[in-house]
């Protein structure tokens, strides 16, 4: 049995509470749902000396409309709730769909929204007790000087394995952060680096405080697509969301595609809009689209032995997620995944 270490808690009752607890000691961290944190810190992957807990923050709990039609939805929000919440379900289905994939339905309750935005990036080399670790040598993300993924490496290549992110990504979300200089509004596009060992430009002691996403319209057509070991509980070994904005004529207008565990950072498919604008749902040259976003989508991804399932077989499995979930969001249906 892994034992927790021992560390400080605090509850604070205010995002400017918390932000100050937090600048006061040196290596402390948030803990939300706790879901990751703390088999993590049980890992001895993390040691902070003080957590600061955000669960008795009211003003980060909620989802609601705002009058300009935008919606925000707190950090602390639940998963579950943001999978079931009818207007996440009507606006945002893909969204609503990757809540609802995440672990399983126990984690969901914990869960938050932030925690999985915010989501250390994961690796089969790195997410292992610290007997394991040690055995191995360790490795540059911690405590190491060597990468077992790419040999030679000078950067960690941990993938972000967070099911929200991507579509999050598709729907240009904004995301609200307070540090001790005050709050900012960060696209949630510009967020990611391109690094596995952390791959987040978070400032020192920042809390994410919401997270907001413009209208969509009623021709919004979204789906999120999975690949895991087992339906019931894993991380994804691959994860595509798909955005499909369509015009008066039910054709699609605009179209978007960000994927997840593949790198330290999730990735937007290039050219995807290219494959499919102009087609109408429904018909051979929209399938025909399909097909062709998927193959681009092939020769744009190679899954690395970075997580677990070979990658060879990961590969092969990217364009038939991407093409399904494609089809799933022009039918207004997915999730796309196994059970
Ligand atoms: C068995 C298992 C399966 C899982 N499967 C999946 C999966 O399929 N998909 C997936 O995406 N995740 C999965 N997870 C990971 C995790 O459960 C989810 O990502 C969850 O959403 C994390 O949210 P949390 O609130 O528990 O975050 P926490 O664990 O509390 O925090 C995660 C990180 O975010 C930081 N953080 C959290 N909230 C804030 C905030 N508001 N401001 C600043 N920093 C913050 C924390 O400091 C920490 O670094 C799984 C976990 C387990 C144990
Ligand atoms: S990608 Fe390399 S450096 Fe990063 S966690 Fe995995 S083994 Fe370590």
New binding site residues.
């Given amino acids: 049995m892994l034992r927790l270490p021992k560390f400080e808690l605090a509850s604070p009752t205010t995002v400017t509470e918390a932000v100050a607890m937090l600048a006061s000691t040196p290596g402390s961290?948030?803990?939300?749902?706790?879901?990751?944190?703390?088999?993590n810190v049980k890992h001895e992957l993390f040691t902070p000396p003080l957590v600061v807990s955000?669960a008795d923050i009211a003003e980060?709990r909620g989802i609601r409309a705002a009058p300009n039609g935008w919606t925000t939805i707190g950090?602390?929000t639940s998963?579950a709730d943001v999978a079931a919440h009818e207007l996440v379900r009507a606006r945002f289905p893909a969204l609503a769909q990757a809540a609802g994939?995440?672990?399983g339905p126990q984690?969901r309750a914990?869960?938050?929204l932030?925690?999985?935005v915010?989501?250390?990036t994961r690796c089969q080399w790195y997410n292992q007790t610290y007997f394991w670790r040690e055995a191995l040598g360790f490795c540059l993300k911690k405590d190491g000087t060597l990468c077992h993924v790419v040999e030679g490496g000078s950067k960690c290549v941990a993938a972000a394995?967070?099911?929200?992110a991507p579509p999050l990504m598709t729907l240009r979300a904004n995301l609200v952060l307070e540090g001790p200089k005050g709050r900012r509004t960060l696209p949630i596009d510009d967020l990611w680096l391109a690094d596995g060992a952390y791959n987040k430009k978070l400032e020192p002691n920042?809390?994410?405080v919401e997270v907001q996403i413009p209208p969509t319209t009623a021709q919004h057509r979204g789906a999120y697509g999975k690949l895991?070991e087992r339906g019931s509980?894993?991380?994804?070994l691959f994860g595509v969301a798909v955005r499909l904005e369509l015009d008066a004529a039910g054709a699609v207008d605009t179209a978007d595609a960000v994927v997840t565990a593949m790198q330290a950072r999730p990735l937007r498919l290039k050219r995807f809009q290219d494959h499919l604008k102009g087609r109408v749902p429904g018909t051979e040259s929209f399938e025909e689209g399909a097909h062709l976003a998927a193959d681009s989508a092939y020769a744009q991804c190679h899954p690395m032995p970075n997580i677990p399932g070979d990658e060879d077989w990961r590969r092969e499995m990217v364009p038939v997620y991407v093409r399904r979930t494609i089809l799933a969001a022009s039918r207004g249906e997915g999730p796309v995944h196994h059970v």
Avoid: H
């Fill in positions: 961290m948030v803990i939300a749902g706790g879901t990751d944190l703390l088999p955000l980060l950090a602390m998963l994939l995440v672990a984690l914990m869960g938050t932030g925690g999985n915010l989501l250390d394995s967070n099911d929200t920042e809390v994410l895991r509980i894993d991380f994804p």
